[in-house]
């Protein structure tokens, strides 16, 4: 079956880049995605890549994909504490109707 | 702009006990869905749907009943409250390439 595959935890101290990174299974998959979660609130879509693309710039934001390693990874630029959050990443796959798979999420500490 | 709308934020419910968990897209969304959050664990499918009238199982759908009447409505009941259904519950909302979360529901069973 497909799976998702997030390291846990990672710390940054401000300004610096973070970068997050994601192995997936499922290589039918037509997007990948990452979201942020903040403590006790919903999950917010950053952005979103097509499986027939390699990069997507966003802002701060910088999304590579590797699909022949079926790596995806979330660059975020000068990364400030409002960044602190856990980072999912989620890959769209064909079961159940099109349903999300999520990884278990990466929590980003920046350091002040 | 609502996006997904969820209520309640919270909510407490003695073992054995029923509840409606409601959600409501205005985007006009055909796909959605519901998710349970556990520690450790990522998000798992619950239930899910692709139009009104038809709904469809996930990957964990025991304990769980969806109906879908409306385009925009989607709720999700608990028949029997156990324990184990403590978690954070979201609904969800696809169109044609993103996918919205509403805020969640911190459910506890005690």
């Known amino acids: 079956g497909e799976d998702v595959e997030q390291s846990l935890f990672l710390s940054v101290r401000e300004g610096d880049s973070s970068v997050i990174n994601c192995t997936y299974t499922?290589?039918?998959?037509?997007?990948l995605y990452w979201y942020k979660q903040e403590p006790g609130a919903g999950l917010q879509l950053l952005t979103y890549?097509?499986?027939?693309?390699d990069m997507k710039q966003d802002q701060r934001l910088t999304v590579l994909l590797n699909k022949k390693d079926k790596h995806l990874s979330l660059r975020i630029a000068d990364t400030q504490t409002g960044d602190s959050a856990i980072y999912f990443c989620a890959e769209g796959t064909e079961e159940y109707g099109n349903k999300l798979v999520f990884g278990a999420g990466t929590i980003l500490r920046v350091k002040s | 702009n609502a996006g997904v709308t969820q209520t309640p934020k919270f909510q407490v419910l003695k073992t054995g006990q029923s509840m409606t968990l409601q959600c409501a897209q205005d985007m006009n969304h055909e796909y959605m869905s519901w998710y349970r959050q556990d520690p450790g664990m990522g998000l798992r499918l619950i239930h899910y749907?692709?139009?009104?009238?038809?709904?469809d199982q996930g990957e964990v759908p025991n304990g769980y009943n969806v109906s879908r009447s409306t385009t925009e409505d989607f709720p999700l009941r608990l028949l029997s409250a156990a324990p184990s259904q403590t978690s954070v519950y979201f609904c969800?909302?696809?169109?044609?390439?993103?996918?919205?979360f509403g805020q969640g529901t911190r459910l506890t069973v005690v």
């Open positions: 499922d290589s039918s998959s037509t997007y």
């Open positions: 890549i097509f499986s027939n693309m």
């Open positions: 969800a909302s696809r169109g044609a390439f993103e996918a919205f």
């Open positions: 749907s692709v139009g009104a009238g038809i709904t």
